[in-house]
């Protein structure tokens, strides 16, 4: 039912002048045996992941353990059931995690941005690297402080350069620390992005702080060959896809509508089944005042668990009721649904309804997943959460 409201929230809640169809109508076409009911699910599932800004759901592979980084991310912003704790906290709408593909037994790393869309806008990369303990035969040494510098990898050909690599970061980092260390390699992801060819990789150099070459034995980094999957390099690059609040923008830079036109289902050809098949009837509907009732959007209902890792589902919530004359202050009224509450009560005009139950004020919720490359991804989506309900 919960997937089945969610589609139709919109159809729903108030078709102004016809009257709405059935409340389990589309239940009826999933599970009947009426025309095409797989096309209907099918159709309903492909707009969702519209919504959730997919064209398909990505190849499930739940066994893979997502970074604790990802993880210790996604319970900052969000709360147990994944809306926004603070919509503040998290610049842009999207954080990407990628693991190195390079496995070097040189400090080198490679990712593969191939998975980020053109569309979002890189504001912040950063190298993750695993910093461990140094080996015990060489922990007696004078220095205590490494200078430890990012470069980027370039082709010597196809730039007019002398120097293969471009210093992204460097900081002096204690010898004997363990424990994550973090790069801000934002250029080079930039780089990547609008050219992918020239994405060479990496490279870390260790220094002491006379400038010479360290012992590689005395400051070490995880590697994704040798190493513990906790504790492989990766990237985390933070973008922002341009996809907006509908209510603050509804249109990105091309002019199309964003986010969330939910679909025009088809609407009931055959008359409706008698009332008393309905889960609510009319009585039951028009007697409760506009109020917001829950909504549980199951993920694993509508076969998304394999991907998605957290939330399990949320509630979505969603507005019923009645919005006869007198509008009190309590349903949050707008100028326009007052005065239409009060044409309709006087019967001034024919055909005028009473103004409808909707969602005034809407949440985001965030969603942990693996996308098709085995990455871990946190993404925000706007406006999915009503967060109230008034009449208008
Ligand atoms: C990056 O990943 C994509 C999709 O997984 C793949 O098609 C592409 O060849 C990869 N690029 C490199 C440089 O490995
Ligand atoms: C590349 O550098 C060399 C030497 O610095 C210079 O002579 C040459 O004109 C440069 N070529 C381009 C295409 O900038």
Request: glycine share 6%.
């Amino acid at each position: 039912m919960s997937l089945v409201a969610v589609i139709s929230l919109a159809a729903l809640v108030c078709a102004a002048t016809a009257p709405p169809p059935p409340p389990n109508y589309l239940e009826n076409r999933f599970d009947g045996a009426g025309d095409g009911p797989g096309e209907v699910r099918s159709a309903a599932i492909k707009r969702l992941l519209e919504v959730f800004g997919m064209e398909d759901p990505p190849l499930a592979r739940s066994h893979m353990q997502p970074p604790q980084y990802m993880l210790d991310l996604y319970n900052t912003v969000a709360d147990v059931d994944g809306v926004t704790k603070d919509p503040y906290l998290l610049e842009g709408n999207t954080v990407r995690s990628f693991f190195d593909k390079l496995h070097s037994e040189q400090v080198e790393y490679r990712f593969n941005l191939s998975t980020v869309a053109r569309s979002e806008k890189v504001l912040t990369a950063e190298l993750h690297l695993f910093k461990l303990r140094p080996q015990a035969a060489v922990s007696f040494n004078r220095h205590h402080f490494c200078q430890v510098s990012v470069y980027q990898l370039l082709d010597s050909s196809r730039i007019n350069i002398t120097q293969g690599k471009k210093l992204l970061s460097s900081r002096l980092i204690p010898i004997h620390s363990t424990g994550w260390e973090v790069f801000t390699i934002t250029q080079a992801a930039r780089a990547w992005m609008s050219d992918e060819d020239s994405n060479l990789g990496l490279q870390v150099v260790v220094r002491t702080l006379g400038g010479s070459q360290m012992d590689m034995k005395l400051v070490r980094f995880a590697s994704g060959r040798n190493h513990h999957q906790s504790k492989q390099p990766m990237l985390v690059v933070f973008t922002d896809d341009g996809r907006r609040s509908a209510s603050l923008e509804n249109k990105d830079p091309n002019g199309t509508p964003v986010l969330p036109v939910l679909p025009q289902l088809p609407v009931a050809g055959a008359a409706p089944r008698s009332a008393r098949s309905l889960d609510y009837g009319e009585e039951d509907a028009t007697s409760l005042p506009c109020q917001r009732l829950p909504l549980y959007v199951d993920f694993e209902e509508i076969g998304w668990s394999g991907w998605i890792v957290s939330p399990r589902g949320y509630n979505a919530y969603h507005c019923k009721g009645s919005c006869p004359f007198p509008l009190g202050q309590n349903m949050r009224p707008t100028n326009h649904a007052t005065v239409q509450s009060i044409i309709n009560a006087l019967k001034l005009t024919k055909g005028i309804e009473t103004p409808c139950c909707v969602p005034d004020k809407l949440f985001s919720i965030n969603l942990l997943y693996f996308d098709d490359d085995e990455n871990v991804v946190l993404k925000q989506y706007d406006d999915m959460v009503a967060g109230s309900c008034g009449c208008h």
